[in-house]
């Protein structure tokens, strides 16, 4: 498949009509071409004369120079079941008469001209000769509509009902009855109607592209220690790339030399720096902010994470939410019916009730135009694009728009306790000391040498007593308990109560080993041969955001909050109560977080949040399953929302937004159908006229468009 940029798409339901044209050519079944990104994917076999044929005709066009704008879309990706072969090269002429960057610069012209004769010709109306006047609207009418007409005959003739084939049988029939000024007004409406629904698809998609622009394009490569620059797809694993002040990463790798802070919010949403050194992992896209740094590679670009998450996000604009595939649905059976509604308003009347047979046509057009789908199709796709581009700016991905309106409707939360909650490593929260001479350093001597999480967390709170370390020798694993070891000629062993069995416990030990196990933490005792020496409790750190995320999302709506955990109850208790969860269950193996992942979603919508690996089926069974990455492989392949960030701070704000969208969508259905059924009901007493159907018509599609981009729009959060 080949992939194009389309420009001119103006219109959902005209975009829908192109697409249904290409799927009847030669080799165009497969044809796709999305309005919400304006893209139009191809088999390299079909006629390219045609497709632009077929584009011209609606005024649209492929944009020169654009089939391989965006670096990470030059390459195959094999991310699930999507395989992305884009080639280009495929040497057609893309010549056509629009002039690029400038598509609506004609019709913008072309509709101030119309406007201005139609002005001139109801001032000169009733002073001039008739002519003069009726050639004036007749021209505007020309000028302003003429587009819409040829499409609509060409529509007309092959039976498509679209709102083009509506609008040409309005302004025929307004022409035949003699109704010159509103047949005038109705086609300069629609033009402008046409144009103002583009600038605000327009602004949907320009608020994407300027997230794709994040991208870097070049890269200096260190080429036996020659600076040169090179474009980024020619980066290969292991090369060694310079990164000065203000430069972009070009692709993950991690720092062999130098020392700077990094801006990630291309990856995390986050503008607040990290600091990177020797050894440290960095993310393309990424930006340097002052000293210089030598990046070795790890993966070539269009493997990395910026080239997924942007080759994600945009994929994202591309599904259909099923609002959207039941609107497109709804409109292909809507307009027929209209068709059939206003010529029973145009005949019933006068045969019934002997009405005036001119009255009567007249409604029937206004019929017509009412019944244009445009407002209705619009009322989902900007308001989804917008969420979506919302949310990856806050570095929160979204696979697709399905999964931003599952999000607005979610009622529960199932939360894995590791890494999630908490930080997953480990921390000293308490230190009962009965010799402190000795413990610290019988500690530490044994501990320092070890790659244990738990030694790992007794290291780091000695390292801030700046307590000198002897040297420990014999050190012996003892399974299942612990360490003993040799220190300055004497035994010492740490560990678990069992390491200790050599001890009696007097009764004041054992009721505060009693008491640290029933807080929820794991305890390591040292001791030498005669008494205990001090015991460490250890416990997994809860992530500072947790609580206040907590609060926020059951103020938010989210009904129920759970906790899913492997470790033991009282542990999980402890956690429970700090961050305000409203349940929790412990001692859970991976099948027990599925069953009840699966009971939970028996009785409402649930979202799992994990890591994306450990969490996988648990992931997969919840309706949504969500995944903090920070940039990892697994975890943007695992959910289908992924947050970027290594903490859960903007999950309530991505809920918020899915609600949004979710609350826009509605009203705009509400008000599209709500305006249109009351200008119908102006039939009835005979009251409808033909500019009050179209300014109804064009004020919902206006109204509904400017009401969906106020998604894009960042309130300030509020405290938690």
Known sequence: M????????????CALAIENQLKRLEYGETAELHYNTGKLKLDPRISFAAVESILKADHAYIERGQESHHGHEDHAHSHGEHD??????????????????????????????????????????????????????????VLSGYSTFLRGLRHLWSLRFTIDTLMTIALIGAIA????????????????????????????????????????????????????????????????????????IPSDGKVVDGKSSVNEAAITGESLPVEKFSGEPVYAGSINNEGVLRV????????SSLATILHLVEEAQET????ELFINKFAKYYTPAIMAAAVLVMIVPPLIHGGDWIKWLYQGLAVLIVGCPCALILSSPIAIVSGITRNAR????????????????????????????????????????????????????????SSHPLAKAIMKDIAQRNIELPEADEIRTVP?????????????????????????????????????????????????????????????????ESAAVIRKLHRAGIRQTVMLTGDHQKTAEKVADMVGVTSCFSGLLPEDKVKIVKDLAARGRVAMIGDGINDAPALASAQLGIAMGKGTDSAIETADI???????????????????????????????????????????PGWLTLWIAILSDMGATIFVTLVSLTVLISRRDKAG
Request: some cysteine; hydrophobic content about 45%.
């Open 2 to 13: 080949k992939e194009y940029r389309v420009k001119g798409l103006s219109c959902g339901n």
């Open 84 to 141: 992305h072969q884009h080639e280009h090269g495929d040497g057609h002429s893309h010549s056509h008469s629009h002039s690029h960057g400038h598509g609506l610069l004609g019709p913008i012209r072309l509709l101030i001209l119309s406007a201005v004769l139609f002005a001139a010709a109801i001032i000169i109306d009733g002073s001039a000769h008739e002519a003069v006047p009726v050639s004036l609207y007749l021209l505007a009418t």
């Open 177 to 248: 009855i003699g109704e010159w000024k509103e047949a005038t007004l109705v086609a300069i409406l629609f033009g402008l109607n046409e144009i103002l629904e583009g600038l605000g698809m327009e602004k949907a998609r320009r608020s994407m592209a300027s997230l794709l622009k994040v991208a870097p394009k070049e890269a200096v490569r260190l080429e036996d220690g020659v600076e040169k620059t090179v474009p980024i797809a020619s980066l290969a694993v292991n090369d060694i790339v310079i990164v000065k002040p203000g430069g972009k």
């Open 296 to 303: 070795q590679i790890d993966k070539a670009y269009e493997d």
């Open 320 to 323: 259909k939410t099923p609002t």
């Open 394 to 449: 806050n570095g929160i991905l979204i696979k697709g728009g399905v999964f931003l309106e599952q999000l607005g409707r979610i009622d529960t939360l199932a939360f894995d306790k590791t890494g999630t909650l908490t930080k997953g490593e480990p921390h000293v929260e308490k230190a009962v000391v009965y010799d402190e001479a000795r413990f610290y350093q019988v500690a530490g001597s044994i501990e320092k040498s």
């Open 480 to 544: 299942g308990s612990g360490i003993v070891a040799e220190i300055r000629g004497e035994t010492y062993w740490l560990g678990n109560e069992q390491s200790i069995g050599h001890i009696s416990l007097p009764d004041d030990i054992l009721a505060q080993i009693i008491s640290l196990k029933e807080q929820g933490l794991t305890l390591v005792l040292a001791a030498d041969k005669d008494r205990v020496l001090g015991m460490f409790g250890i416990a997994d750190e809860i992530r500072e």
């Open 642 to 684: 992924v947050l970027m960030q290594d903490h859960l701070g903007k999950l309530p704000e991505a809920i918020g937004i899915a609600k949004q969208v979710n609350a826009v969508i509605r009203f705009n259905i509400a008000v599209a159908l709500g305006l249109k059924l009351i200008a119908l009901l102006l039939t009835i």
